[in-house]
């Protein structure tokens, strides 16, 4: 039965919440998850982001599929539910190499391109976990900002 204080986030996706509710995502590997935060008035989000840049694929119907587009999805959708621009922190995880001699090194420029979209927006990057070749759970706890970052044999930490 799931559990009514998390919300669930798929891939390609995002949600916002309020303290005291949790929001979870799964399977981050060469995907990015990115959680923005309002410590102030509790209030958050986190995306599940697949592919670094929208306007390179050339697809228009969900922004959430894309690092750089979900970003301003997310924060634009924090901003209007009550979160201050000025106060928003960002977390990064994920964006792994998962696959051998991989030339598209997807992971690696859904990590650029979150950097680079933040730095945009001015939003500071607290804290991240990413790169390295292993996939990640998280769960982010809206009434802390913690961030809990599960993994198979590598044990869990919080940033």
Do not use: Q, W
């Amino acid at each position: 039965m799931a559990d009514p204080g998390i919300v669930m986030v798929g891939i390609g996706d995002c949600a916002i919440a309020r303290c005291p509710v949790k929001i979870k995502t799964s399977g981050l590997g060469s995907c990015v998850g990115v959680t923005i935060y309002d410590r102030h008035e509790k209030i958050g989000g986190l995306l599940h982001t697949m592919l670094p840049n929208i306007k390179k694929a050339g697809i228009k119907d969900n922004p959430t599929k894309f690092t750089d587009a979900g970003i301003e999805y997310l924060v634009a959708e924090i901003i209007e539910n009550g979160g201050s621009r000025r106060k928003l922190e960002a977390k990064l995880v994920g964006g792994s190499s998962m696959f051998e001699n991989s030339h598209m090194n997807i992971g690696e420029r859904n990590i650029k391109s979150a950097k680079e979209t933040l730095k945009k927006l001015g939003l500071e990057i607290i804290a991240e976990d990413t790169g390295k070749n292993y996939g990640r759970t998280i769960i982010f706890d809206t009434l802390t900002g913690d961030l809990l970052i599960k993994t198979m044999l590598r044990g869990d930490k919080v940033i």
